[in-house]
């Protein structure tokens, strides 16, 4: 049987997307490089993902910059020409139109983006929950299970001390029936020990419904988040439209006040993207490491055989073995008790043998189940390739899309101001410098 470190993933493939994000830079505070390993407890892992994010914000930082600068000098510096036609003035108000057709394309970006992100963790929240529920009822029919072996194993020791006393056995008989009635008792009180020991290894396994519902509220806060952002900025481009409909210096330099927020907002938004972006990348490119390195050693195996599943070995299948062993040979001997004590008018003994061999069967079959379905890994292992499948292309892709519209819109928000400022200058020129 092949051991659990040679076991490898079964149904999951590492994405092109996951692999180049993965690539991206990782360099701590003293621009030493860092390993692009998912290693969440390790903080010069977070100062390797903050670099990325930093070069993000870079670029916004010097685009607004660029700007402010561009404002500056066109409010020292320039002056309206009375000589233009009035073909030019009509320029502005179409780049203006232009610019925000380019926003509009952002703004569809991020939406997407945004959706897609909610979908991603929505299937990775469903799929932790499912493989909880999974494990919690795996658990439930062993507890069950249990349960109804200490009754059965109560029953045996009732049995055995009423033999002992009984007037209708011999003694050589009465010695042979207590041996064969307390032999079937080990072997119950065994079985109940296995099926015990199956469920504390189960029990070991972290609750995952709390992390898949954690997950589902950050995610409702995100998206609520995301789309107040961008609502925002479609109120700046209605303001902008109205701008150059009703020709407003006021709204004009409203608007170039709420497009700078805008920008600081998206550019920030856009660099907390980049961040999540590299930190799925690198996780989804080698799940199986941050499992191993965080995994509690109580649960490695189980955990390691549920999320590789094949050619992995079955941590449960001793314990198994060895409670169905105990069954079937318990069973043998109540069957053999019920035969040789039929006849000596004990009725009521040879009822509650023959009711113990019933159940026992039930729970043999029961036991058959549960190995090969729900502690079996190809549940879990689907709910597992559900959660990496949300997780590394819903919400990676998502991620991405959120970026790239974060990018968009935090440039073509800056083309929107210099429009909005060269269409202020333009009407200032028309009135003859009256605001």
Known sequence: MASNATCGMVGYTVSSLAKELNRFPHYDRNLHGVPNEFDPE?????????????????????LMLFVLLYLCARACCCTGEDDESESKRGCNPIFM??????????????YYGNEFTRTGITGSADALISMNTTVNSANERLMSISGNLGSSATTLQQLSNEFRTSPQLLPPERDAVVRETDSARTQVVSAQSEADSISSSLTDIPALAE??????KYDDWRWKSTIGALCFVVLILLIALLCAICRSVCFLQFNVFLSLIAILVVWLAGGVFVAVGVIFGDFCVNPDQFIDRYAPNSSLPQIIYFTRCGNCSNPFEG??????????????DIGNLSDFIEGRNLTSQVMRLDQLNVTLGAITRTLDTLYSTEINCTNLNGDYNDLLTAACSKTLDGAVFTMSGCFVLGVT????????QLFWTRIRDEESGEW
């Open 42 to 62: 390790n903080t010069t892992y977070w100062q390797g993902v903050g670099f990325s994010a930093a070069l993000f914000l870079l670029i916004g930082l010097l």
């Open 97 to 110: 139109f232009v610019v925000m057709l380019l926003c509009g394309g952002g703004l569809v970006l991020g």
């Open 211 to 216: 992390y898949g519902d954690l997950a589902k």
């Open 319 to 332: 314990d198994y073995l060895n409670a169905r062993n105990n069954l079937v040979m318990s069973r043998d």
């Open 413 to 420: 928000l800056i083309l929107l101001i210099i429009a909005m």
